[in-house]
Structures are given as structure tokens and as C-alpha cells.
């Protein structure tokens, strides 16, 4: 089987109001991952590496710098029409980075649950006006 060498970091981004997240550890440890097996089999091992404060039920795999999900149900053999930089970079002999962090639709459920509304109504002023550019942000991405 082959593997292939990618570095991985962890964002997170639990709170959808907060902005200033950067991925982390800054210098992102590396993980082989196998070619040809699914990656819901082997995102528990890189959620152990980076120890993150996410859950993991909860959690996907993104390319960095591209922003493309992967589908974790696949393996990385199986995506390799969407994913041509990654195999490009691969080629090239760098370390693709894949950042570990909270799926888009636990994120959106965050934002459209009690946590929100309870924000949104309590927040006054600046904070609102943070709050609300923070939403309309985060909506332009998921389109």
C-alpha cells in the first residue's frame, strides 16, 4: 500500500464568532497516510498526534491552502481527480498540509442554535457589530 507524507495541523474554530484562530501547532508534525485506505479509518490517528480540543465525531479534513473538504468516507486514491495540487505538491517531493477541524455542518448548527441567538441578544455596540460581520462572513464561506 502506498502512503504519502502530509503534514497536519488543527484549527479551531468551536466558536463561530471568533475570527483570529490560526491553525495549530505552528510547525505542523507530519503523518503518513494511506494511499488507498479510507480516511474516516485513519483521521482518529491524526486526531491523537495533534491532541485538539475538538471532538472527534465531529471532526473533517481540509486542504490547506485550497480550502477543499475531503470526503472522509474515500480514500485519497479515490479522490484524486478533485485533489490534482495535492498530488502535484506530492510529486514536486512537499508535504501537502491538511488541517483536522470541525465539520461545516456542526459549525452551521453552532451558529444557528441557542449560542447565537443568546449572543446576538446580549451583545451591545462594537460586539454586535464583531457578532454580526463574524455571521455574515462565515455564510459567504459556505456558499
Given at each position: 500500500?502506498?502512503?504519502?507524507?502530509?503534514?497536519?495541523?488543527?484549527?479551531?474554530?468551536?466558536?463561530?464568532?471568533?475570527?483570529?484562530?490560526?491553525?495549530?501547532?505552528?510547525?505542523?508534525?507530519?503523518?503518513?497516510?494511506?494511499?488507498?485506505?479510507?480516511?474516516?479509518?485513519?483521521?482518529?490517528?491524526?486526531?491523537?498526534?495533534?491532541?485538539?480540543?475538538?471532538?472527534?465525531?465531529?471532526?473533517?479534513?481540509?486542504?490547506?491552502?485550497?480550502?477543499?473538504?475531503?470526503?472522509?468516507?474515500?480514500?485519497?486514491?479515490?479522490?484524486?481527480?478533485?485533489?490534482?495540487?495535492?498530488?502535484?505538491?506530492?510529486?514536486?517531493?512537499?508535504?501537502?498540509?491538511?488541517?483536522?477541524?470541525?465539520?461545516?455542518?456542526?459549525?452551521?448548527?453552532?451558529?444557528?442554535?441557542?449560542?447565537?441567538?443568546?449572543?446576538?441578544y446580549n451583545s451591545q455596540g462594537p460586539e454586535l457589530r464583531r457578532s454580526l460581520f463574524s455571521l455574515k462572513q462565515l455564510f459567504q464561506v459556505t456558499r
Amino acid at each position: 500500500m502506498a502512503s504519502i507524507v502530509c503534514r497536519v495541523q488543527y484549527l479551531e474554530d468551536s466558536d463561530p464568532f471568533i475570527c483570529t484562530n490560526f491553525p495549530e501547532p505552528r510547525r505542523p508534525p507530519t503523518v503518513n497516510l494511506e494511499e488507498n485506505l479510507p480516511l474516516s479509518e485513519q483521521i482518529a490517528g491524526i486526531h491523537k498526534l495533534l491532541e485538539p480540543p475538538l471532538k472527534l465525531e465531529d471532526c473533517t479534513l481540509q486542504l490547506s491552502p485550497s480550502g477543499n473538504y475531503l470526503d472522509l468516507d474515500s480514500s485519497l486514491a479515490e479522490q484524486r481527480d478533485e485533489l490534482e495540487s495535492f498530488y502535484e505538491d506530492v510529486a514536486r517531493g512537499r508535504k501537502p498540509i491538511l488541517i483536522l477541524r470541525t465539520q461545516l455542518s456542526v459549525r452551521v448548527h453552532a451558529i444557528l442554535g441557542n449560542y447565537v441567538l443568546k449572543k446576538l441578544y446580549n451583545s451591545q455596540g462594537p460586539e454586535l457589530r464583531r457578532s454580526l460581520f463574524s455571521l455574515k462572513q462565515l455564510f459567504q464561506v459556505t456558499r
